[in-house]
């Protein structure tokens, strides 16, 4: 270029830079709103499983014996918790909290704090001591527990114990049921999406001492027979340098809530017996109320996780119905081409054996829900994070696998939480598992 062209392009630029800044200022405001309003990714970093003693270990006699010897049970509501029992699929080594073991029980509320202490202390000592992360740089706190919400809460029970910073985000769920564990760590999600670079700890758990019933409706004592002490402590983070150690990407979070109607909002419900003792009332309607909810869910859920094969025969399957009013049975999506594993959670033989049978899943896909249930019991909203543990410790789970974590809840809620392993994640150090994988999964009795 020559002199009179280098003062030809200046004309030009002068006579053109006011659109030159203008397009300038709108790309630079379009790429800032882009990074500013894109989801962030939420990591999984680690988590932990708290796993009790072995003198809080309960056996079926022990169980029994103990009901028997409290005197507020009678020979009916005995036979009726020893068959309920022994149908259950839990086997002899779950746990009970130590109030639970003495003659006669201390459901006291000094003995409810230690149990909430001893489970949530438990899991986040190993937590932070496996990832090697400062109390002090957790910023969100979520913790849930359904039935035992005392005060101070017991999220600031946490703050105390860590020592945790002046401004951390807490928040402390309750009366959310077996469901909130799923409710938390969506909560943490939404939190991370407006607190750049820090990390989120979802802690859930539920309280035995307090809530056990010592009364003789049928239906409040089947609780007694399936709830059993655990709690898990999550480790989120929404640090790019995270993802090279996290084990896991949350890629999904779809929540049901059926409480709107009047039969889903009762069938799991706390109140108090005829004799003014207090319990959970499980309806003899749940499990279609459950089946339900699980419906809705997958409705939602079913469009961003399944190939389009199986969209396309699930739609066509819907438009031969509603345009030719033939009575064509719906078509149930194959879920085992979305899920490489499957937790759900272990509220109960029946639960795990209905959404076996509605999701058409085979043995192996329900294989950590049923081992969990035998070796736990139903943890309540940590179950599922016993489970995914049960699957890494069998050394099932590789990288780029996709997880689906299933969760039923009171009010009536179904809530599901898809991850994708980042590596091909081993067992954490104390893993629940650690000194007993070799011995499952075991041949439950029918």
């Known amino acids: 270029m020559n002199i009179d062209d280098l003062r030809q392009l200046w004309i030009h630029l002068q006579f053109n830079l006011v659109s030159v800044v203008i397009c300038s200022a709108i790309l630079v405001f379009g790429l800032t709103v882009f990074i500013m309003t894109r989801p962030r990714p939420v990591y999984l970093v680690d988590y932990s499983c708290y ?3 072995h003198n809080l270990k309960a056996s079926y006699d022990k169980f029994m014996e103990h009901s028997k010897l409290t005197g507020d049970f009678d020979e009916s509501s005995l036979e009726f918790q020893r068959k309920i029992l022994e149908r259950s699929g839990l086997g002899e080594e779950t746990y009970f909290p130590e109030a639970m073991h003495a003659i006669p029980p201390k459901p006291s509320m000094a003995a409810a704090r230690e149990e909430a202490e001893q489970v949530m202390y438990g899991a986040l000592d190993n937590l932070f001591s496996n990832t090697n992360v400062n109390p002090k ?5 979520v913790v849930n527990c359904s039935l035992f919400n005392p005060t101070p809460s017991l999220s600031a029970m946490i703050v105390n114990k860590y020592r945790l910073r002046g401004n951390i985000r807490s928040y402390n769920l309750g009366g959310m049921g077996c469901s909130a564990g799923v409710i938390a760590v969506d909560l943490a999600k939404d939190l991370l999406q407006v607190n750049w670079n820090t990390y989120a700890v979802v802690v859930s758990t539920e309280n ?14 089947i609780p007694n027979c399936l709830f059993r002490v655990g709690c898990s402590a999550v480790l989120l983070s929404n640090k790019r340098k995270d993802r090279r150690q996290a084990k896991y990407r949350l890629v999904h979070i779809v929540r049901t809530h059926k409480g709107a ?3 889903a909002f009762r069938c799991v419900y706390q109140e108090q017996d005829d004799q003014g003792k207090t319990g959970v009332s499980l309806s003899k309607e749940l499990m279609a109320i459950a089946g339900g909810a699980l419906k809705t869910n997958i409705t939602t859920l079913g469009p961003v996780v399944l190939p389009v094969s199986e969209q396309l025969l699930f739609f066509a399957t819907l438009v031969i119905k509603k345009l030719f009013n033939r009575n064509v049975k719906p078509y149930i999506p194959d879920f085992k081409l979305a899920f490489d594993h499957f937790c759900i959670h272990a509220g109960g033989r029946a639960v795990i054996d209905e959404l076996e049978k509605n999701l058409q899943l085979l043995p192996v ?12 019991g139903n943890t309540s909203s940590s179950s599922i994070w016993y489970e995914l543990a049960y699957i890494e410790a069998k050394g099932r789970m590789c990288r780029g696998h996709r997880v689906w974590q299933i969760a039923f809840g009171s009010g009536f809620k179904c809530n599901s939480a898809v991850w994708q392993a980042l590596q091909n994640v081993k067992p954490s150090h104390h893993s629940p598992w650690e000194d007993c994988i070799d011995n499952y999964p075991v041949k439950l009795i029918s």
Do not use: C
Request: no cysteine; hydrophobic share 35%; proline share 5%.
């Open 51 to 53: 796993k009790p003693p």
């Open 137 to 141: 740089d957790i910023g969100i706190l």
């Open 365 to 376: 896909h329900v294989e950590a829900s049923r081992m969990t249930l035998h070796r736990f």
């Open 261 to 263: 109607d009047d039969k």
């Open 208 to 221: 035995i001492t307090q809530n056990w019933y010592f009364g003789n409706k049928k239906s409040m004592l």
